[in-house]
């Protein structure tokens, strides 16, 4: 499956239109509504995201949806919000418009308190439950004492209005997604694109909401999913969730992005896949040893401001073609664009390396900079992605580089050791996401 699906619209009874989309052809259905800030007609820009949804589709038919409020669905009066049960009924006038009778409900986030309200209410038309990064309860109580004190609310709320279209909500929410200044710049464009700052009271409407006594009602299979990092829905509310859904599944993950199409996503994907069709996926298509390189352009806000958007374009056309060359004479494979960069693999660490100082030289012809990072470990390969810790902590590294520094780990150093190349240490620093501290080492020009 190569192609974009269409967007449709289903009619609510009250007459809003809902944006919905369908893919894959697989045995059973899988409803899953989208929140603020990813949309259908823009989510398949980003291969993450798009590659996310494949997956899905390979082992069922996906229908997904703009929330009320959102993207290309019908907009709200900020100051008169439904309750969630309106967000529920949504599921279901989506799902007739699908012709689906029963279909198992994946949500993350606000998304999850329709989506467990549906369950409960409509056990025979809700076949499982996957909840990711989800809460019954934001505001905190006796029994949630980890949760947001009421009176933070409205901070919390002024500050998501406040920086709105900026990149600093994505910032937050995906912090995978904005590992550079272009790609802040461009989750700022969607964010102006999916709804305006008064949209921020959609979510409050859901802070204030509680679901706690619907949980003992659900009837479903369940997998409550959540990530230790998470700054949106602390992991504390998925213990809750699973020790009030009976029989529900806790699975716990490392990392901090609260989408689940962000970061390593494959657990979440195979957690889904074996609910949905009770065979635990062999795992990985290929697992292999590689050394992973992420590149971004330092500067480019202010590069593209001094020439201009047309010519900036140009630029970055031939910026992404002489990183193919150069991938292509160390052996190199380009993996995806990054915004202002590029994600490639090695099967050596020494070409890496080699690959990432003589790039870092050859840019400068285009009239910028480029930082890169570097680690060697373990990866998994699904297609044309690759995803595992490696990667996040790649990326970790190459936003701790300097403008024109290549910085490695120190797995890096110790393969190449007799290559002739030389390292200066950088010393012990934090990589954001990842536990424990990491030695850092910049190859010498």
Not at 428 to 439: A, F, H, Q
Request: glycine content about 8%; overall charge negative; some cysteine.
């Amino acid at each position: 499956m190569t192609e974009t699906p269409d967007t449709c619209y289903a009619r609510t009874t009250e007459g809003a239109y809902l944006a919905y989309q369908i893919l894959g052809n697989g045995p059973m259905d899988l409803v899953f509504p989208l929140n603020g800030g990813v949309l259908i007609d823009l989510m398949w820009e980003d291969p993450s995201i798009s590659s996310f949804m494949r997956r899905l589709a390979s082992f069922s038919r996906v229908i997904t949806f703009d929330p009320r409020g959102f993207g290309s669905s019908g907009h709200l009066d900020p100051q008169n919000v439904p309750a969630v049960q309106t967000w529920m009924d949504d599921i279901g006038t989506v799902m007739a418009a699908a012709d689906s009778p029963r279909a198992a409900i994946m949500a993350f986030g606000e998304s999850g308190l329709a989506a467990m309200l549906f369950a409960a209410t409509y056990p025979q038309r809700t076949m499982s439950l996957v909840l990711v990064n989800c809460y019954a309860r934001y505001q905190r109580s006796e029994a949630s004492p980890w949760a947001m004190p009421p009176q933070a609310i409205p901070a919390y709320v002024e500050a998501m209005r406040n920086r709105w279209g900026t990149g600093d909500i994505t910032q937050v929410i995906a912090p995978s997604f904005v590992s550079s200044v272009e790609a802040k710049r461009r989750w700022g464009r969607i964010e102006r694109l999916s709804a305006t700052p008064d949209s921020a009271a959609i979510p409050r409407a859901f802070w204030e909401s509680d679901v706690t006594d619907v949980l003992a009602s659900i009837q479903t299979p369940t997998v409550v999913i959540s990530r230790a990092g998470d700054h949106h829905v602390r992991c504390e509310h998925s213990r809750h969730l699973a020790s009030r859904i009976k029989g529900a599944r806790l699975v716990e993950l490392q990392g901090d992005d609260h989408w689940p199409f962000a970061g390593q996503s494959e657990d979440i994907l195979d957690a889904v896949e074996e609910l949905m069709t009770g065979i635990r996926p062999s795992g990985v298509l290929d697992r292999v040893l590689a050394t992973v390189m992420f590149t971004d352009i330092v500067g480019s806000t202010a590069k593209a401001a001094e020439i201009g958007d047309r010519r900036w374009r140009d630029t970055l056309d031939d910026y992404d073609a002489l990183t193919r060359r150069e991938l292509d004479r160390f052996r190199g494979r380009y993996v995806n664009t990054t915004g202002d960069g590029a994600l490639a693999v090695f099967d050596g660490p020494a070409r890496a390396v080699e690959c990432a100082r003589s790039l870092v030289e050859a840019v400068r012809s285009l009239g910028f900079n480029i930082r890169a990072g570097l680690h060697t470990g373990e990866i998994e390969s699904r297609g044309d992605g690759v995803a595992g810790v490696a990667v996040h902590i790649a990326a970790r590294v190459s936003a701790l580089a300097g403008a024109g520094e290549v910085l490695v780990s120190r797995t890096v150093t110790d393969l190449v050791v007799g290559s002739g190349i030389e390292f200066d240490d950088r010393g012990e620093r934090e990589l954001k996401g990842v536990p424990g501290t990491w030695r850092l080492f910049a190859v010498r020009a």
